[in-house]
Nanobody
Framework: QVQLQESGPGLVKPSETLSLTCTVS??????????WSWIRQSPEKGLEWIGY???????YYDPSLKGRTTISRDTSKNQFTLQLRSVTPEDTAVYYC???????WGQGTQVTVSS
């Protein structure tokens, strides 16, 4: 059983950087062919795929976020992290971490961008 748990601030000010961590248990983030992704959901935009980091540490981001995204990992802690820079209120959403191709999702964490 793989479990994922998001953590991070629930409130971020406009123009600052949103940082979230996903802690994984039940599987190693370096397991071959595992892709670990970040996805967000808002009433206005629905589900949006943000990007992933894979078992090798390689990553891919959705181009629509215009270079604001960094996904990194700490293999010693079995965690991967999302940073989204220069946030605006449009980045307000519930953020999820997810193991691609599986039914394993974090419970989601609400992030609100507001001054």
């Amino acid at each position: 059983q793989v479990q994922l748990q998001e953590s991070g601030p629930g409130l971020v000010k406009p123009s600052e950087t949103l940082s979230l961590t996903c802690t994984v248990s039940g599987a190693s983030i370096t397991t071959d062919y595992y892709y670990w992704s970040w996805i967000r959901q808002s009433p206005e935009k629905g589900l949006e795929w943000i990007g992933y980091i894979d078992w090798r540490g390689e990553f891919y981001y959705d181009p629509s976020l215009k270079g604001r995204t960094t996904i990194s990992r700490d293999t010693s802690k079995n965690q991967f992290t999302l940073q989204l820079r220069s946030v605006t209120p449009e980045d307000t959403a519930v953020y999820y971490c997810h193991l691609e191709g599986s039914d394993y999702w974090g419970q989601g964490t609400q992030v609100t961008v507001s001054s």
